[in-house]
């Protein structure tokens, strides 16, 4: 298992990457064609009222969660870059720039 971590703004998204030989979790919308590797993180965006107050960029901002993004892949690249590409998104559909997000891979074993 792999921790996909993006910072940006003063806050951080964290997805698991399960890879291969690991046991996903199983809820509704997961992948169920055993892919040996998935992706697995929240997805977000800014709404006018209601939702969970974040400050980003110093600003509070309401923030509504989606059904988390579940996707296989058959390789382990494949998933990474989809995982950090995700990320990178989720940030970018709070309008913070793609320059000022950093991505990182954690090993929870070694956290």
């Given at each position: 298992?792999?921790?996909?971590?993006g910072?940006?703004?003063?806050?951080?998204?964290?997805?698991?990457?399960?890879?291969?030989g690991?046991?996903?979790?199983?809820?509704?919308?997961?992948?169920?064609?055993?892919?040996?590797?998935v992706?697995?993180?929240?997805?977000?965006?800014?709404?006018?009222?209601?939702?969970?107050?974040?400050?980003?960029?110093?600003?509070?901002?309401?923030?509504?969660?989606e059904?988390?993004?579940?996707?296989?892949?058959?390789?382990?690249?494949?998933?990474?870059?989809?995982?950090?590409?995700?990320?990178?998104?989720?940030?970018?559909?709070?309008?913070?720039?793609?320059?000022?997000?950093?991505?990182?891979?954690?090993?929870?074993?070694?956290?």
């Amino acid at each position: 298992m792999l921790l996909v971590r993006g910072h940006a703004g003063g806050t951080a998204l964290t997805g698991t990457l399960y890879e291969r030989g690991e046991q996903p979790p199983s809820f509704k919308g997961a992948p169920d064609d055993d892919a040996p590797y998935v992706w697995v993180c929240d997805s977000f965006y800014e709404v006018a009222s209601g939702g969970q107050v974040q400050v980003i960029e110093g600003e509070k901002r309401n923030v509504a969660f989606e059904t988390p993004t579940t996707r296989g892949f058959e390789t382990r690249e494949a998933a990474l870059e989809a995982a950090e590409d995700h990320v990178r998104t989720q940030f970018a559909r709070l309008g913070v720039d793609s320059d000022d997000i950093d991505v990182e891979l954690v090993d929870p074993d070694e956290e």
